[in-house]
């Protein structure tokens, strides 16, 4: 329904809104205008003073506010009087004695530490912010002075360590003491970062000391973050205790992981215990970074507990360690914790469980892709090994444990997928599926099991994920189970299931017997597969169209899963009878005979499924063995013909049914055409004409009767096939013959196509009979043309083509029209 009125109804409704505005405007005019006069009846009452008075002019606002002038003004003066005094201080220090130059620096100082008292007093209080933050550079420059006049020995990283102590007190007390002052407190906060760590420094201390210094930092702005009321002081230790706490624990984290004996790694875990206990206090007591926190806590605490043991362990049960504490963290759950640490904690053991898993990757993708490097070993013998089936080495001695990594990440996704929300359960348990066929994949690879062990175990995994992802399909199954998180674990299944047929296929490919037997299996499996989601397909395919979304999505995936199987069944059963003929010892030509069995049995089965969703799919990937026949029967066109010819009859077979007829019944005309080409050329027949012309003939005279019997029946499907036998090998014939009855012959025959095709306005006979006479003179001029081109001028070619684009693009709407006319003509031929 379109609800947008006319155009010019809405200019009427405009019109009669702009009216009523107007004359409310008038009314109110008027009323201005009386009360103007109650107001000065000195006024005399006339219509010049009923008039209202002009607006006057708005002053143009002040570029800057008086405040933000005066606070830059203050702050060019502290910085200019910042200046003077470091100049004062470091250039012109020796001018003096040591008593006028202690008198003038204390002076100065103790005036600008009094002076904000006074100007706060007085309500200056940017006056006051100013002079306080010159005061405070002058106990910097206080402080320089006392180093180089009293104490020039004394070492300069204690030195500085010391004074910003006294001066972080100091400026502490000061801000305290003047707390309308803002920058004493945060300015002090700042200094007291690095005391600490400077006296660690410079008294050489390892890396360890040095993170507990900064450790100890980091504890010290939390408890200003807790204690202090400034918010700029606070939020700035805020700042300051995640930078030192996160270096000492980085700085402790390397130690861990580079510890040479568990002793060594011992002083870093207490490091990282320590700091978890403050990230888990700060989660605790610290709302606004209670998730941050426990994250932290939590990857610290794994850190310092699975680093303990790492150096007596190898790689892979190191990252079993890990593994374990990061699943420890879990239990987390149940502590009597706030949420958002909780969900910090259980945060940190994702990461952990992550990370191991993106450990076992290498492995996972090695056993998947491996045998793809032993593609030119095919049929060459048993490998001594699973490994050696693999072809590649990932470093399996320190990988045995990956199979154990993956199962133990699998059950921590499985357990933890109740405390997920709703939403994320499914792909927990997505994920738990994955992991664990993930772990049984890599299983003989990993133990180093035998060859046949290793494909044995391949098929039983393929077989159970294939089980379990048709089973969730099964209405019993369906009937005991939420829809959203046993779709996705099928779904998972189904894609497990398919990856690991293709992985154990190319792991087959060693020997022959295993080749044959496990294309058998995996056919078995997945015809079983296919058939038995057919009762699923069959109950969710009759169920009422009001049926819940859920219910709709189950039935698509079904159906969806079905077909797949079923493809990928076809496409299994041809590679099982190239095997079969190649073991057979057939020759390629040979084995293209047998491979067009398939599309042989799935045209019947495709008519007794009727229209089945997966009727058509089936069929199609059927289709795609016609193509690997002909590339196999290549080099061989008297085979090549045939297996032409085989196709054409399986074609014809499947157009038969009504459904497939508009696709199947051109193909098969087609192919019957190509069939007859490719046989003429094997039999290197140099008058092809004897042979088609006869085809041509009775394909005319049935297309007639077609036509009489069907009038709406293309002409395409009537004569095409007929003509293109004879027009189209005699066009090839003539473009090789230098005699010229042939190419007269065959102009003066397309030409009577195209003239009664024009007649009757049949679509075939016009495309046909015009494009062979076109180029059947194209191909008689072309001797000629080339000699014209040659005797004109080089520079009457481009003119020409100048001249003829010029023409086209002047006339180009008209000749846009005339092609479209024809195109609509042609197109409304039969």
């Not at 920058?183 to 690095?194: C, D, I, S």
């Not at 100890?216 to 202090?228: K, R």
């Not at 080409?677 to 042979?691: C, G, N, Q």
Request: contains cysteine.
């Amino acid at each position: 329904m379109e609800n947008v009125p006319r155009p010019a109804e809405e200019l009427a409704v405009l019109d009669g809104e702009l009216a009523r505005i107007e004359a409310r405007r008038a009314q109110l005019l008027a009323r201005r205008s009386y009360l103007l006069t109650l107001l000065r009846p000195e006024a005399p009452q006339s219509p010049v003073a009923a008039q209202p008075p002009p607006p006057r002019p708005v002053p143009r606002a002040p570029e800057t506010s008086p405040p933000s002038v005066q606070n830059a003004l203050l702050a060019l003066g502290g910085v200019l009087l910042t200046i003077a005094a470091v100049a004062f201080t470091v250039v012109s220090w020796g001018a003096m004695g040591i008593g006028g130059r202690s008198v003038v620096l204390g002076t100065v100082t103790l005036a600008a530490l009094a002076a904000p008292a006074v100007l706060l007093r007085r309500a200056l209080a940017s006056t006051a912010e100013a002079v306080g933050a010159l005061a405070l550079v002058l106990t910097v420059l206080d402080a320089y002075a006392l180093h180089r006049v009293a104490l020039p020995d004394t070492d300069p990283l204690g030195y500085t360590a010391t004074a910003c102590a006294v001066l972080a007190a100091v400026w502490a007390a000061y801000g305290l003491l003047l707390d309308r002052l803002r920058t004493p407190l945060p300015a002090a906060v700042l200094t007291a970062q690095l005391p600490l760590p400077l006296w660690a420094l410079s008294a050489d201390a390892s890396l360890v000391t040095l993170a507990w210094a900064l450790l100890a930092t980091a504890v010290a702005d939390t408890a200003i973050v807790l204690s202090a009321k400034p918010v700029p002081a606070r939020s700035i230790a805020g700042v300051t205790a995640w930078v030192s706490g996160g270096l000492a624990l980085l700085i402790a984290g390397g130690l861990s992981l580079t510890a040479d004996t568990p002793l060594d790694a011992t002083r870093p875990a207490l490091l990282l215990l320590a700091g978890a206990g403050l990230g888990l206090f700060m989660a605790v007591r610290l709302p606004g970074v209670s998730f941050a926190g426990a994250l932290v806590a939590g990857l610290a605490a794994v850190t310092a507990a699975g680093g303990v043991p790492r150096p007596s362990l190898s790689t892979g049960w190191a990252v079993v360690g890990y593994l374990l504490c990061g699943a420890a963290l879990l239990t987390a759950v149940r502590a009597p914790l706030p949420r958002a640490t909780v969900h910090g904690l259980c945060a940190a053991a994702g990461v952990v469980v992550s990370g191991a898993v993106l450990w076992t990757l290498p492995s996972t993708a090695v056993t998947l892709l491996g045998p793809m490097s032993r593609a030119d070993s095919v049929w060459s013998g048993a490998p001594g090994g699973a490994r050696e089936a693999l072809g590649t080495d990932p470093g399996w001695p320190a990988t045995t444990t990956v199979p154990l990594v993956l199962l133990i990440a699998a059950g921590l996704l499985a357990a933890a997928h109740r405390h997920l929300p709703v939403s994320a359960r499914p792909a927990a348990l997505s994920g738990a599926t994955a992991l664990g066929w993930a772990a049984v994949l890599v299983l003989p690879a990993a133990l180093d099991l035998g060859y046949a062990a290793a494909v044995a175990t391949h098929l039983a995994l393929t077989a159970g994920a294939l089980t379990l992802a048709v089973y969730a399909h099964l209405p019993a199954a369906r009937r005991r189970s939420a829809h959203p998180a046993l779709s996705a674990v099928s779904t998972t299944a189904m894609i497990c299931a398919l990856t690991g047929a293709a992985a154990v296929s190319l792991l087959a490919l060693a020997t022959e017997t295993t080749t044959l037997i496990t294309l058998g299996v995996l056919l078995a499996l997945l015809c079983g597969g296919a058939v038995t989601l057919d009762a699923a397909v069959t109950e969710t395919g009759a169920a009422p169209d009001g049926a819940v979304p859920a219910e709709a999505s189950a039935a698509f995936l079904a159906r969806s899963f079905q077909a797949l199987l079923a493809c990928v069944a076809v496409a299994t059963a041809v590679a099982l009878l190239c095997a079969l003929g190649a073991s057979a010892g057939l020759r390629r030509e040979h084995i293209a005979l047998a491979v067009l069995a398939v599309p042989v049995a799935v045209a019947l089965l495709g008519a007794r499924l009727r229209r089945r969703p997966v009727a058509l799919p089936i069929e199609l990937t059927a289709a795609g063995a016609g193509p690997l026949a002909v590339v196999l029967a290549s080099g061989h066109p008297e085979t090549v013909a045939l297996v032409l010819a085989l196709c054409a009859v399986v074609a014809a077979g499947t157009a038969l049914r009504p459904d497939r007829r508009p696709a199947a019944g051109p193909l098969a005309a087609a192919l019957f055409v190509l069939a007859t080409w490719v046989r003429l050329y094997a039999s290197d027949v140099a008058t092809p004409e004897a042979y088609t012309l006869p085809v041509t003939v009775l394909a005319l005279v049935v297309g007639v009767l077609r036509r009489r019997g069907d009038p709406e029946a293309s002409s395409w499907t009537a004569y095409g096939p007929g003509l293109a036998a004879t027009l189209l090998p005699s066009l090839v014939a003539a473009w090789g013959d230098t005699h010229w009855a042939r190419p007269l012959t065959l102009g003066v025959a397309a030409l009577a196509v195209t003239l009664i095709g024009a007649r009757l306005r049949l679509q075939a006979l016009l495309v046909l009979g015009g494009g062979v006479l076109a180029l059947d003179t194209l191909h008689e001029l072309a001797p000629y043309v080339v000699q014209a081109v040659g005797a004109l001028p080089r520079w009457l070619p481009p003119a020409l083509a100048g001249l003829l684009l010029l023409a086209v693009g002047a006339t180009y709407e008209r000749r846009l029209h005339d092609a479209r006319r024809l195109r609509e003509s042609v197109g409304r031929m039969r």
